[in-house]
Structure formats: structure tokens, C-alpha cells
């Protein structure tokens, strides 16, 4: 086994075990922070595989956006400290026999098609990039930079939806 190899692993572990620890703790900080870590460790896949743009991107965007929202509306509701409740059994077999399923379709998927490597690097530089993702053309990427846009904001509004203190009767 080539040190590559190693290291893909080593990300790869890692970005599934943080995964995995935040969506199964119970307090609602913790499982913000796992997702950092988890979407960071994405990021360093992206840099494994030289695509330096795409990292920075990852980054800006899901670990300094997306993330940071939710941690403010975490604060912002005074309960960081608190345990989520406790699924019912209901709840884990459904969500069990969604990840069986998906896991199944993976594997499909890896039989049907062989994955190969090229060992080809990207070679595109930043100037191309910022070409593609301004045009409208048929290479170009506007669309999804306004879909990211577009979830930015979707975020903000749902970490004030989360702020929102429940009105008090009176």
C-alpha cells in the first residue's frame, strides 16, 4: 500500500467518523462542531486531490458560512448545552433501512461501473475557473453560484427561525 493510499484512508476515516458523531450525539453544539470537523475534513480531501480552488470553496462557503449560521443560531436560542431528545425505535429502523438501502445502491453502483484512476492532475488555473463560474454560456457555471447563493441565504433564514424566541402567552 502506497503512502497516497494511506493518507486517502486516513481522510476518509475521518471524514465518516465525524459524520457519523454528528449526527448521533445529543447535544445540538457538539454535533455543530462534528459537522465542522466532517466538512473540513472534505476539504482536505479536495487538497489531497490537488483541486486547491474547490478546498477553498468548501471552506469559505459550508465551514465559514453554512456552519458558523448554525453555531450563531445555537447561541442565539440559549440552549447549547442542552441534550436533544432521545429517538424512538421507529425512528433508528427507519433510519437504519435508509443507510442499508443507500449503502446497497452504493454497491451497486461500484459493481455496475469500475472506477479507475488516470493519474492525471487538474491543470486549471484560478482564471479559467472565475471565467466558467461568471458565464452564461453553455460551460458555464452561474447557475449553480447562485444556487450557493441561494442557500446561503435559505440558511440565515433558518438559523432566525431557530433565534426566535417562542411568544409567551399571556
Known amino acids: 500500500m502506497k503512502t497516497v493510499d494511506i493518507i486517502f484512508y486516513c481522510i476518509a476515516a475521518f471524514v465518516l467518523t465525524t459524520g457519523l458523531l454528528a449526527v448521533t450525539t445529543r447535544k445540538i453544539f457538539r454535533s455543530a462542531i462534528w459537522l465542522l470537523f466532517c466538512l473540513m475534513g472534505i476539504a482536505a480531501l479536495y487538497f489531497w486531490m490537488n483541486a486547491n480552488f474547490i478546498a477553498a470553496i468548501q471552506i469559505a462557503v459550508y465551514v465559514g458560512g453554512i456552519v458558523v449560521l448554525i453555531i450563531f443560531s445555537i447561541f442565539l436560542t440559549q440552549q447549547a448545552g442542552n441534550q436533544m431528545p432521545k429517538p424512538n425505535g421507529l425512528r433508528i429502523a427507519a433510519a437504519s433501512a435508509a443507510s ?9 453502483l461500484f459493481k455496475k461501473h469500475t472506477f479507475q484512476t488516470t493519474g492525471n492532475n487538474f491543470d486549471i488555473d484560478i482564471a479559467t475557473i472565475g471565467k466558467q463560474l461568471l458565464s452564461i454560456e453553455a460551460d458555464g457555471y452561474a447557475l449553480p453560484f447562485e444556487v450557493i447563493s441561494i442557500l446561503l441565504l435559505a440558511a440565515m433564514v433558518g438559523c432566525i427561525v431557530i433565534a426566535m424566541k417562542p411568544k409567551t402567552e399571556v
Open 100 to 108: 442499508l438501502i443507500g449503502f446497497g445502491l452504493i454497491f451497486q
